[in-house]
């Protein structure tokens, strides 16, 4: 790009474009003032935002990037300018900047509250009708707010002044140092300014929120101490739930282990948690003020792996201080840079700093799982991706980046050494502080650290695509001892079309079954640098009755079981009394089901034998989650009603024998409502909804009481009288989770002219109350798609005829929600897959829309992908029985 060019519409930021601006643009400060003392007035739709840039510029031209409701005035360098000239779109574009001396810009203009989660969003809390106010910016929303360079590679120093109720906690990623009661009931904070970072991760929270506050005190090498004020808020409402000491405490033992890992003192003053509502992430690492899904905050029964979950994502948002806010990839190609690593360490950080000493397990069990998922998808991509604009960005937060990235740095640490990585990660840090980076820059760090020759093993690790596979081969003489073994890997580049060949560290197990107990007899550790090593601990021994590669899941590939190790898992899983072993055995199966190789029924019926004595909360709750989505999705349709019946069966008389308030028998009861929904278990449900005691000691929550009633009502359920009650409960306690709850079962009906109404609903993005919001929609959607093939099929021509409107006129996080909630994915197999109307229907739309935007074609090929890989399943499952 060598000019500035002018067009419409510009949200859409392009790769050339950012490069353009930051070898133009040097940034000194920028100052935000915001006036949100109006939120609390539903009737008001925006609020003053005013900016000031302070910056030097080598061209006379630049563009500033703003999504407003309106602007009213433009000053640069003192001089007022046109608006009607200046402004096109999302973009204000100025002439005649100096290239001699520093520009000052202030930008007056009115920004819209959200209701999407992108930009500042605005909630009503229906108990109390208090309004509460976050922002969330990541990639590129902070635009929505007010005006800036809208590039992680432009960073600056912002300084927050905030206006609004006087009783409200106003709070930026700064501490307070100047506050001012107007005396007409607000007040105006004014934030020290930040040290240098990137528009995606300034925040800005502001509500009645309940807080709680601490100090960790950080001794650093040089003796001196580091003191870092901490805070945890959430809605007023939830105080009750709040185990906000709980928080401030896992955040010492992140912030201790960090200093330690790192050797680089915390650098952003202060560390709040804050916990919000209809979040559309887990969390965001906005320094000095994260913030997290308040899903967090139980108000039901929390489980070890809900805890355990809460604990990780601390600190993964921890790990990002120093990977991703500290040092800033350049541009969203190398966002692995900050999420791998983060996922990587932060999973790490919850396995030594704190009691989840299972964090590996729960690692292995779902997160690989996501991985091999995404890896697996037509739109997979190698971890460094190529991202040529915004929208491409959006995207990639997915499990490559994520979950694959950090499994691929679990193996790194496994080939170069724990101790290298932490140097070079120290290195990196020090080289780079408050800077922008890219692979290379990582890279070198690692060669100076390691010694080793890292340019191979990126390229074989970093730059290609797919899932490798490991089987053992093996030969045996007449007498059933090995003469030869060897582990092999194999795969095929999806993107490429070359085989998968890199280099593993890792180890190999061989396991006896004595007296039914499947016991780890001998193990060699192995590096895989072909397709092929020899097992030479296994020559001249009788053959084991399970081989296991990656025992320790050292590296990231998926396992395809000799016969024989598959016929013991299958009946002897549950004696398996490793964890980790035990989660990466399970997860290998379960893309062998995914992939078809595997019947459906078959692994159906392993969990229902084995998955009881899994003692490990998280790959419990994965199980039961793969024992449901075995019986809708991959189950042929004549053999689903008998398997239900006997799942509900078993997960019944599960509720009998676990302990009353454990995690086993709270995570089974959830399940059974989720296989209520088909009809199922109606007795069990009815038991969980009655106001007397049920007979299975199970202690009936708010989660487990709304689950209840969704499952009456998609199961048609739901009469007069049982719908009174639930509106009835809803009033009396009327929380986001029960009002979202409602509508989900309101739509979960197998009514046609409920399911009208509904679809109507999602695609319009209102209903007879106003527009919705995010988890509103979403909750809708849920319901919709609770119905059968058969009921729902009518709405397929209506959904492919409004998804190109929808995606064009609707947010990205909107137009998602919309275009997957709807997505008729749920379909039973009768002849071949490819004859499958919806199906044929998604190829019909795919062949006449090839030049439909990239990410809209992204988002309906991935869910073609999932279709047809549950109608594959069907059809296996069928020849199987």
């Known amino acids: 790009m060598d000019t500035l060019e002018r067009y419409a519409p510009n949200e859409n930021l392009r790769r050339d474009e950012a490069a353009w601006r930051a070898a133009n643009i040097s940034w000194h400060y920028a100052a935000v003032e915001l006036d949100l003392s109006n939120a609390t007035q539903a009737q008001e739709t925006s609020y003053t935002a005013i900016t000031t840039l302070n910056f030097s510029s080598k061209s006379p031209q630049t563009f500033i990037d703003y999504i407003h409701e309106s602007i009213e005035s433009i000053v ?22 100096r290239t001699d001396a520093a520009n000052t810009v202030r930008i007056t203009g009115r920004s819209s509250y959200s209701r999407s989660g992108e930009g500042l969003h605005r909630f009503v809390d229906p108990q109390d009708g208090k309004t509460y106010l976050y922002t969330q910016f990541e990639p590129s929303e902070a635009r929505r707010v007010f005006a800036c360079f809208e590039q992680p590679d432009l960073k600056t120093s912002y300084q927050f002044t ?10 930026s990623n700064q501490q307070i140092i100047d506050e001012m009661n107007h005396g007409d009931g607000t007040k105006t904070v004014a934030c020290a300014p930040t040290g240098p970072i990137s528009t995606y991760i300034t925040a800005v929270l502001a509500g009645p929120y309940h807080v709680v506050r601490g100090t960790h005190v950080q001794k650093l090498a040089d003796g001196e101490s580091l003191d870092i004020d901490m805070a945890a808020t959430c809605r007023a409402s939830l105080a009750e739930h709040f185990d906000g000491e709980e928080i401030l405490k896992l955040t010492s033992q992140g912030l201790d282990y960090f200093h330690e890992l790192f050797d680089y003192p915390y650098p952003w003053g202060k560390y709040d948690s804050a916990f919000v509502p209809e979040y559309n992430l887990g969390a965001m690492e906005n320094p000095g003020l994260v913030t997290f899904t308040e899903r967090y905050v139980f108000t039901s029964h929390a489980t070890e792996a809900q805890y355990e979950q809460r604990a990780n994502t601390l600190m993964h948002e921890m790990a990002h201080m120093w990977f991703g806010d500290l040092v800033t990839m350049t541009w969203w190609d190398d966002l692995w840079l900050k999420e791998s690593f983060a996922d990587y360490i932060g999973t790490l950080a919850n396995d030594e700093a704190t009691e989840f000493t299972t964090a590996w397990t729960t690692f292995a069990a779902r997160r690989k799982a996501w991985a091999y998922v995404a890896d697996q998808m037509p739109t997979t991509h190698p971890i460094v991706a190529d991202i040529p604009d915004l929208l491409a960005a959006d995207q990639n937060f997915d499990g490559i980046t994520y979950a694959k990235g950090a499994s691929v740095l679990k193996q790194l640490a496994a080939f170069v050494g724990a101790e290298a990585f932490r140097d070079a990660a120290r290195a990196y840090f020090r080289r780079h502080e408050y800077a922008n980076t890219s692979l290379e820059d990582f890279l070198q760090a690692l060669e100076k650290a390691s010694g080793r020759d890292m340019r191979s093993w990126a390229d074989a690790w970093l730059k290609t695509s797919g899932v490798p596979k490991l089987a053992v081969t093996y030969t045996v003489d007449d007498a059933g001892i090995l003469t030869a073994a060897n582990l092999e890997q194999h795969g095929m580049d999806p993107i490429t079309g070359h085989a998968i060949v890199r280099p593993h560290v890792l180890t190999v197990g061989a396991y006896s079954l004595n007296d039914g ?5 001998a193990t060699q550790r192995v590096e895989l640098t072909g397709e092929s090593a020899a097992l030479d601990f296994l020559v001249g021994q009788p053959l084991p009755d399970l081989i296991l590669p990656n025992v320790g899941d050292e590296t990231y590939a998926l396992i395809e079981f000799d016969e024989n190790s598959l016929k013991t898992l299958l009946g002897h899983l549950g004696s398996l009394q490793e964890s980790l072993p035990r989660a990466t055995s399970w997860a290998s199966l379960w ?26 909360s998280g790959v419990f709750a994965m199980l039961l989650d793969q024992l449901v989505t075995s019986i809708s999705k991959y189950v042929a349709p004549e053999l689903r009603v008998t398997i239900r019946e006997r799942a509900a069966a078993v997960l019944t008389g599960w509720l009998a024998d676990f302990d009353a308030g454990s995690d086993q028998q709270t995570t089974t009861a959830r399940t059974l409502a989720r296989l209520a929904r088909a009809g199922v278990a109606r007795e069990v449900i009815d038991s969980f909804l009655a106001e007397d005691q049920n007979p299975y000691r199970v202690t009936v929550d708010e989660q487990l009481r709304w689950a209840s009633y969704i499952a009456l009502a998609a199961a048609g359920g739901l009469d007069a009288q049982a719908e009174a009650r639930m509106l009835q409960a809803a009033k009396l306690n009327p929380t986001s989770v029960a009002q979202n709850a409602v509508r989900t079962a309101l739509a979960a009906r197998p009514d046609a002219d409920v399911k009208e109404a509904a679809f109507d609903t999602v695609l319009m993005g209102h209903d007879e109350l106003g527009p919705l919001s995010n988890d509103a929609l979403s909750a809708i959607a849920e319901g919709f798609a609770m119905g059968s093939a058969g009921l729902l099929s009518g709405f397929q021509s209506r959904y492919w005829a409004a998804i190109l409107p929808v995606f064009e006129t609707m947010s990205m996080e909107f137009a998602t929600r919309v275009i997957e909630g709807l997505y008729p994915g749920s379909q039973d197999l009768t002849g071949e897959p490819q004859e499958n109307p919806a199906l044929q229907a998604a190829n019909t739309w795919m062949e006449h829309h090839r030049g439909a935007p990239a990410a809209l074609l992204r988002i309906l090929i991935e869910q073609r992908a999932e279709l047809e890989r549950s109608l594959n399943a069907q059809q296996h499952s069928r020849a199987s029985r």
């Not at 905030?162 to 709070?171: C, R, V």
């Not at 019947?599 to 899994?614: G, R």
Request: charged share 20%.
């Open 591 to 616: 893309d062998a089901v995914r992939q078809s190789k595997l019947a459906s029924q078959t692994y159906v019926n392993a969990i229902l034998e084995h998955a009881h004595t899994v003692t490990d």
């Open 162 to 171: 905030l206006t609004g109720p006087e009783d409200w906690h106003l709070a």
């Open 517 to 521: 107990v499947l016991t780890r007899t």
């Open 76 to 97: 640069v360098n003192g001089a007022e300018i046109s608006v009607a000239d200046a402004v096109l779109d999302a973009r204000i574009y100025l002439d005649g900047l």
